[in-house]
């Protein structure tokens, strides 16, 4: 009997093998050729698939690279290439070249003769769908904010120094951003059917939520795209818009502590807490915390609690900031990133953002920080 078993066993292995390979297969290939270039040069790929964040890197030898991966969605991804080395942030930020794409289950050629900014893509739908829709709504956010730049650069050194000068060029700048966002919303009203019209939808809802104008479009949209993880989200945030709002109950939530125990919001009730997101590369945030550390030292034996939810990923950053910056309230985190489930409750884009919220656990104030939250707080403690 037991050999029967044994041999039964290979026989089925042998027969799933096939299937276990072919799901195993990489379902994009992503390749390019820049130039001749070859060591020091390296190219880094990140991609966010599905609300899962992905990292890779390469030497590129003789010009050439190449990724490949599994992904379960349309990805949105960002390549940066470091002709002469340097590392992953010096490619991004200051001496490489750097583009913002999407791509789907495709295999996809880049070609340069010199740099990914100047590259002709083949062999992409998705990469020609958002080529076209970037073109619809007047360029993409960086593309915006590369013109800004140049535009502020354009100045001489007097009117760069000349606070009208640089209000001029925000003016500009601002203008262009708000007449993208009304682009956006009619290529996604006019798009349901296109995944990049819950691109377009998801950008210009932005921070604060229009509900009259946001929610209709959304719910217009191809059910297959909700359904993805930006269409899930942008539910979320629409939800929060209506709910996550003064004189309501603030949802509850419980998430793990910096030693890895759970903490429950309920846990705090009969207390005045401020529900307090940030994360360590959020230089605002970081810039508030030592008025924080002072309200929290005047008020904290009075009935009031600072509950800080970190949208960071990695544990050490956000360990290391509570210890720089002196943070001896209660601090919370599952280290998603943007992703973190309290943080897309609460329909957070953006950080710094906070809520008070009374001993009944009803919220009181919103984006109250600085002297409007020391002014709050003054009024509720020092009756």
Not at 45 to 50: E, P, R, V
Request: aromatic share 10%; glycine share 8%.
């Amino acid at each position: 009997m037991k050999t029967f078993n044994r041999i039964t066993g290979i026989a089925s292995l042998a027969i799933m093998l096939p299937f276990l390979i072919k799901a195993q297969s990489p379902n994009f290939k992503l390749s390019g050729k820049i130039g001749n270039l070859s060591k020091p040069a390296m190219v880094y790929l990140d991609y966010m698939d599905n609300g899962k964040s992905h990292e890779d890197s390469t030497e590129l030898v003789n010009g050439s690279f190449s990724f490949s991966g599994n992904i379960l969605d349309i990805a949105t991804a960002r390549m940066a290439l470091a002709p002469n080395g340097g590392g992953k942030q010096f490619a991004i930020y200051r001496g490489g070249d750097a583009i913002y794409f999407y791509f789907g289950k495709e295999q996809i050629v880049m070609a340069s003769k010199d740099s990914l900014s100047n590259a002709t893509v083949t062999g992409s739908k998705i990469y020609d769908e958002f080529t076209a829709y970037t073109k619809t709504v007047g360029g993409s956010i960086m593309a915006l904010t590369k013109a800004v730049n140049l535009d502020f650069s354009s100045g001489t050194p007097e009117q760069r120094n000349d606070t009208n000068y640089v209000k001029a060029v925000d003016a500009r700048f601002r203008r262009a951003i708000a007449a993208r966002n009304d682009k956006q919303l009619k290529f996604a009203k006019e798009n349901p059917n296109s995944y990049f019209a819950l691109v377009a939808l998801s950008e210009a809802a932005g921070t604060k939520v229009d509900l009259a104008v946001v929610e209709p479009i959304y719910k217009a949209l191809n059910s297959k795209y909700k359904q993805t993880d930006m269409g899930l989200e942008l539910a979320q945030r629409i939800k929060a818009a209506s709910t996550i709002v003064v004189g309501n109950q603030t949802p509850l939530f419980t998430q793990n502590d910096v030693s890895g125990k759970p903490l429950a919001l309920s846990a705090l009730r009969g207390k005045v807490i401020l529900i307090d997101f940030w994360a360590s590369w959020c230089a605002p945030c970081r810039a508030e915390n030592p008025n924080l550390a002072k309200q929290y030292q005047l008020y904290k034996d009075k009935g009031f609690e600072i509950l800080s939810v970190s949208l960071d990923s990695e544990k050490k950053n956000w360990v290391s900031a509570i210890q720089q910056d002196g943070m001896p309230w209660k601090h919370v985190s599952d280290l998603k990133g943007w992703n973190n489930v309290i943080g897309r409750l609460y329909g957070i884009r953006a950080v710094p953002a906070c809520f008070l919220v009374d001993a009944e656990g009803k919220i009181i104030a919103t984006d109250v920080r600085g002297k409007t939250l020391n002014a709050k707080l003054a009024e509720i403690f020092n009756k």
